[in-house]
């Protein structure tokens, strides 16, 4: 059974399209004489050369460049001509075009909820051509409608399995890893539309955002998560920076702290470190001892 395409790129048409022309005017020519001698065989012979050669011309058609005709003969796939120009196959073959140039498809906004519950818009362009002629019209009932749905199902299935942010870089997200989440969409759609004799060159999230019933309380804690994240961040900076102010001015003997001491400038370090505003510096002139 056939199932992928089977190349058949007939003759060419403009030798084709002489020799036919040459059979018509010859036929002409020979029937004038026979007309006037009424030589009724050779009448009737030049009319039926005549009307097989007008015939013979049906068979001519026309490949522009990317794009492709499909052959059948009473419904049998015959093949398929990609070579551009002028050519000639049977009659009888019907001839339906087929786009091979590159295409985008660009999906509504869609509404799904991410990986953590949230309802998200979320659309995509997918560029994508024709590679096989045969599965393109015979294993699907409309290759471009095809496209079309698959691709949206497979953004939301996609939509689905991520989430929309994320403050943890090792976690892969809908907005912060757009080159992974955009190789993890080529490959979906791909999967679903090889079936129809289509190739994704390329697929891409061109919009992206929280739906608007809860934007505005998502923003709050996008805020809020973004604050902690760095809060967190500032925080092991400065336990590491008074980790190591306290190891340098005891490796190099500049001052002997006790516990107490310690304590005291850790506290005073953190504050500066970690505090919003800049400090205001205090000269203690006492002790810290009673």
Known sequence: MQT???????????????????????????FVPAAQAQDLPRIFLMLGTDVVAVFCLAGLFVVNPNEARVLQLFGKYVGTARKDGLRWANPFYSKKRISLRVRNFESSHLKVNDLDGNPIEIAAIVVWKVV???????????????????SEAA??????????????????????HTDVIAAHLQKEIQERLAQAGVAVLEARISHLAYAPEIAQAMLQRQQAGAIIAARQRIVEGAVGMVEMALEKLSAQKIV??????????????????????ATQPIINTGTIYP
């Open 155 to 176: 953004v939301r299935n996609l939509a689905t399995r991520f989430p929309y942010d994320a403050h943890d870089d090792e976690k892969i997200s809908l907005r912060g």
């Open 256 to 277: 002997a702290l006790d516990e107490e001491r310690k304590a005291q400038m850790v506290s005073n370090l953190l504050v500066v470190l970690c505090g919003e505003r």
């Open 132 to 150: 096989d002629s045969y599965e393109a019209f015979f294993h699907v009932d409309d290759y471009q409608k095809f496209v079309e749905v698959q």
């Open 4 to 30: 992928k395409e089977r190349p058949r790129e007939g003759l060419p048409g403009v030798p084709m399209l002489l020799l036919f022309l040459g059979v018509i005017g010859l036929a002409i020519w020979q």
